[in-house]
């Protein structure tokens, strides 16, 4: 019997019932058809089991392996190398809090503690309901929505300690839940089973999949001329400038909120700063 890598004494892992087994080889063999190789079907297997159990279980990977002639040890070595893939039972709704650069800083940290402690749990932890599991996530190229939290991998933009804690008391008490842009939500075992390259079959959810949203599509549209340009920078020295120059404006033309940060004060030079001369430094420092 086939055994896994997981923890000691290593135990034969049981296989799943024999109406499971048929119901998930079926659709594993549909998986594996769409690829020259079987071993390449490694990781939408792992979604499939992941999408029974709501975790990679060591039959889960017992399974794999087996399908795909691969050692157990092969099949836990991707498993345990994504993030995507859980290792042990969690919550209907996995909430991701971005805590890289971007969000940190325009709130994701300050998110992520109210929700720690609204929730009672801490990271990679599940409310007791068994509804919520929460975590720090990485960048998920959605920086100009900051702060994003997304759930089971839609995206909730723009958020606040606020709006993020009505966000999750919705899920634990079952209410419906839209996010900001992309297909309705479904479970995190509805998500495993997409993700294993089953039909997305939630209405509106190909209407509402695809397409960038406004603040993703600026620059395009910059790039393609088709609005003003977002900013010209004055000349130094005191040059005249046109009445609108140096005056942000955003994607639509329109004059922005003042929005004054270091970037837009004047630059200090080594021309302006008589303490830090321009050119080489001797031994003597001058
Ligand atoms: S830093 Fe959060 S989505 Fe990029």
Known sequence: MTEVS?????????????????????????????????RSALLPLLHLVQSEEGHVTPTGMRFCAEMLDLTTAEVNAVATFY???RRKPSGDYQVGVCTNTLCAVMGGDAIFETLQEHLGVGNNETTEDGKVTLEHIECNAACDYAPVVMVNWEFFDNQTPESAKRLV???RAGREVRPTRGAPLCTFKETARILAGFPDERPGAVEAS?????ASLAGLK??????????????RGGGEAPASAGQPT????????????SHDAPRKTAASDPDNPAGPV???GK
């Open 6 to 38: 997981l923890g000691m004494p290593q135990l034969p892992a049981p296989d799943y019932p024999a109406e499971v087994r048929a119901r998930l080889e079926a659709d594993a063999r549909e998986i594996i058809a769409r690829y020259p190789g079987s």
């Open 222 to 235: 910059l790039a393609k001329g088709e609005v003003p340009g977002a900013r010209v920078v004055p000349q």
């Open 282 to 284: 001797t031994k003597e």
């Open 83 to 85: 993030t995507m893939y």
């Open 169 to 171: 008391d919705d899920l």
């Open 210 to 214: 695809g397409g960038a949203g406004p």
């Open 250 to 261: 955003t994607a639509t033309g329109e004059a922005p909120e003042p929005h004054p940060s």
